[in-house]
T-cell receptor, first 118, second 111 residues
Framework: GAVVSQHPSWVICKSGTSVKIECRSL??????MFWYRQFPKQSLMLMAT?????????EQGVEKDKFLINHASLTLSTLTVTSAHPEDSSFYIC??????????????FGQGTRLTVV | SQQGEEDPQALSIQEGENATMNCSYK?????LQWYRQNSGRGLVHLIL?????REKHSGRLRVTLDTSKKSSSLLITASRAADTASYFC???????????FGAGTRLFVKA
């Protein structure tokens, strides 16, 4: 299957700093990527949909100024957690569909990034 | 937002037994997928079943889909300790592209 690479796999940062997470589709073009957050023992919650070349669409309750998303190319989307606080500590996962955008296809997931804010 | 519910929330069985997990959703869908997640790790895609399909098999996995009841089930036969993980169903709504996850079932298989 297609591969989505997420980097870094884990990061520890100080409160108040910003952290950037990258999501790359390695062998296909992804016009749309999705960012999820998962707290311990909970499910994945969709944060935003990242569209190549346009603004991201955020789910209700997700602060767009805190979670900056950039999807500048067909193979790369980045999520920047700005002014991180301990409550932002979570597991962040991206996923991508291939460029055809057909809805009846599998979404491919990155391996996730564990963010710890101290 | 989450699409629906999964039950049970947690399931503990002996190795060799079958495990059944259920998922319900709220809107019409294009497809439904099941994923496995080991503790603190990424997702492993198990099966995708389309809205016009009723049953699908993959090895020891059997998935059913009842669109009239808006529900799906995942059956793992002859479970192994290595099957211990969280299992999530996820749906893509009709005309949509977002994958929305259910609450998940935590399966523990005792050796």
């Amino acid at each position: 299957g297609a591969v989505v690479s997420q980097h870094p796999s884990w990061v520890i940062c100080k409160s108040g700093t910003s952290v950037k997470i990258e999501c790359r589709s390695l062998d296909f073009q992804a016009t749309t990527m999705f960012w999820y957050r998962q707290f311990p023992k909970q499910s994945l919650m969709l944060m935003a949909t990242s569209n190549e070349g346009s603004k991201a669409t955020y789910e209700q309750g997700v602060e767009k100024d805190k979670f900056l998303i950039n999807h500048a190319s067909l193979t790369l989307s980045t999520l920047t957690v700005t002014s991180a606080h301990p409550e932002d500590s979570s597991f962040y996962i991206c996923s991508a569909r291939d460029g055809t955008g057909r809805p009846n296809t599998e979404a491919f997931f990155g391996q996730g990034t564990r963010l710890t804010v101290v | 937002s989450q699409q629906g519910e999964e039950d049970p929330q947690a399931l503990s069985i002996q190795e060799g037994e079958n495990a059944t997990m259920n998922c319900s959703y709220k809107t019409s869908i294009n497809n439904l997928q099941w994923y496995r997640q080991n503790s603190g790790r990424g997702l492993v895609h198990l099966i995708l079943i389309r809205s016009n399909e009723r049953e699908k098999h993959s090895g020891r996995l059997r998935v059913t889909l009842d669109t009239s009841k808006k529900s799906s089930s995942l059956l793992i036969t002859a479970s192994r300790a290595a099957d211990t993980a969280s299992y999530f169903c996820a749906t893509v709504n009709t005309g949509g592209f977002k994958t929305i996850f259910g609450a998940g079932t935590r399966l523990f298989v005792k050796a």
